[in-house]
């Protein structure tokens, strides 16, 4: 697995080299665009707004607008210069509770692995705050920006994950209404939801849909015809009352509380 981004965790005088690697995986099918007529491949090509010619990577460089139709020029020799030692490293800026982080800042995961020689260092870091349940709050530059990161420890590692800045979080469209519940709506929703809680499995789910999609490819490679998986409509049960005791029901069938049983026997 390539590294996304290299630099050091610098605590005080502690510094920490790691290499900072992708958490995910992209496992989606990805259509082609395709002319509607010849099927042919859809390509894009950049080329010069100015003479028209198709332009390489190796042709195009770094420019900022700063007034219209004038821009002055970056070279990535440049943009290096401005960089700091600071910004070179992670630098801990101070450490929080993990339950501080509202989840709406964070943006992307990564794996912190430390470099050769750096494991005891690395590993008194992860042991020192998974025992205080806290997290270190840090910066560091990634390309042309600065990144507000958080060291996140885990029982197996540390997971850093990059946040965004208050500034880049949107108000909420519009307010919700803080409306009167009825005591036995909420008793009924409590009940439901104490009868469909089992400990989290990741493995347990899966993209279904991606399943689907990759039949229906193989259905239509084979030139026989897509049949249709659900013909029915979506039953919207206007009153909320009727639509909690009909999950109930469902919840309380013998097939989940076989389930239900099982699940608090695993966690006694």
Not at 39 to 58: G, L
Not at 82 to 104: G, N, V
Not at 108 to 132: C, H, I, M, T, W
């Amino acid at each position: 697995m390539a590294v996304a981004h290299k630099g050091s965790i610098s605590m005080g005088l502690v510094l920490i080299p790691i290499g900072m690697y992708k958490t995910t995986t992209d496992n989606d099918i990805h259509f082609n665009q395709l002319d509607k007529e010849s099927k042919a491949r859809i390509k894009y090509k950049k080329y010069c707004s100015h003479c028209n010619k198709e332009v390489t990577t190796s042709d195009i460089i770094k420019g900022y607008e700063y007034e219209k139709d004038k821009y002055v020029i970056m070279t990535d020799d440049e943009l290096e210069k401005i960089k700091t030692k600071r910004d070179k490293s992670i630098h801990i800026i101070q450490f929080a509770k993990m339950i501080e982080i509202d989840p709406i800042f964070y943006e992307n995961d990564y794996y912190g692995l430390p470099d050769v020689g750096a494991e005891k260092a690395f590993e008194l870091l992860r042991q020192s705050l998974l025992s205080q349940k806290k997290v270190a709050i840090a910066k560091t530059v990634i390309g042309t920006r600065e990144n507000l990161i958080v060291l996140y420890p885990t029982d197996e590692g540390i997971i850093v994950k990059t946040l965004f800045y208050q500034d880049e979080i949107v108000e909420i469209p519009k307010k919700i209404p803080k409306m009167k519940l009825d005591k036995n709506e909420l008793d009924m929703a409590k009940m439901l939801i104490e009868n469909m809680t089992k400990p989290f499995d990741a493995a347990e789910f899966k993209d279904e849909y991606q399943t689907r999609l990759r039949e229906a490819i193989m259905t239509k490679i084979q030139g026989k015809e897509i049949i249709s998986v659900d013909n029915g409509e979506q039953n919207n049960v206007i009153d909320l009352m009727e639509a909690l005791q009909r999950s109930l029901e469902l919840t309380n069938s013998p097939n989940a509380k076989t389930k239900t049983v099982k699940n608090k026997k695993s966690t006694a």
